[in-house]
């Protein structure tokens, strides 16, 4: 409500009139920012993680990225911290980022599938996952990402809503969501210190990223 809004509504009411509003489309409801969003995931109890993890972990980095990277779940040292890929695998994703011009807090926003931790670090449920699907989707809307890169198995199925095998999903394009958000999907980095051999194909995919950011920022 304007200033002016407010004064004439102060003189109507002083007057005993109640004021007129024209009617029009329902106003939407304001969109949940960054802020209800982190307090949401720290509080959530939406399936039954909470009760065995030590921080609801949100995600890192840049608010406005274009590039949206999206794991599976926290691991043990993310649960201990709060933030996503600082174990083993996250001093790997950050060389991977870097290797291709990028870092985790400018131009890359960082998060996960499902926010609390797997006891065990076990794969996440599928009802854990759509229980958890509307933080993501949050997370989406807010930042707009220009690429997302899903990393690992359980994240490329999510994103792209198939149960393909990782192979299968790798190494092309794919569309996610309404606004047909280009998405590609790469190994794990904690499956690359397993295996190694896989990094060859991983280089290929960043390449292939590196490329569309190149294209897109021109």
């Not at 304007?2 to 009617?23: I, K």
């Not at 890192?60 to 599976?72: C, N, S, T």
């Not at 899903?150 to 569309?175: D, F, P, Y």
């Amino acid at each position: 409500m304007t200033g002016l809004d407010a004064r004439r509504q102060r003189l109507l009411s002083a007057m005993g009139l109640t004021p007129w509003v024209e009617q029009g489309a329902p106003v939407a409801a304001r969109e949940p920012g960054w802020a209800e969003l982190e307090s949401g995931v720290a509080a959530c109890t939406r399936c039954p993680l909470h009760q065995t993890r030590q921080h609801g972990v949100p995600g890192v980095g840049d608010r406005h990225a274009q590039l949206l990277v999206v794991g599976e779940a926290p691991g043990a040292e993310e649960d201990r911290r709060g933030e996503p890929f600082v174990g083993r695998a996250g001093q790997l994703l950050d060389a991977m980022l870097a290797a291709i011009g990028l870092d985790r807090h400018t131009g890359v926003y960082i998060t996960n599938v499902i926010k609390s931790r797997p006891p065990d670090n076990r794969d996440p449920r599928t009802e854990e996952i759509t229980a958890c699907r509307g933080w993501l989707d949050q997370q989406i809307a807010l930042i707009e990402p220009a690429v997302i890169l899903a990393v690992g198995r359980v994240s490329a199925q999510a994103l792209t809503g198939t149960t393909q095998k990782m192979g299968e999903l790798r190494g092309h394009w794919h569309a996610y969501g309404p606004a047909g958000i280009p998405l590609l999907a790469t190994y794990h980095p904690a499956y690359l210190l397993r295996m190694p051999r896989a990094k060859a194909l991983v280089w290929e995919d960043l390449r292939r990223l590196r490329r569309h950011l190149r294209e897109g920022s021109t």
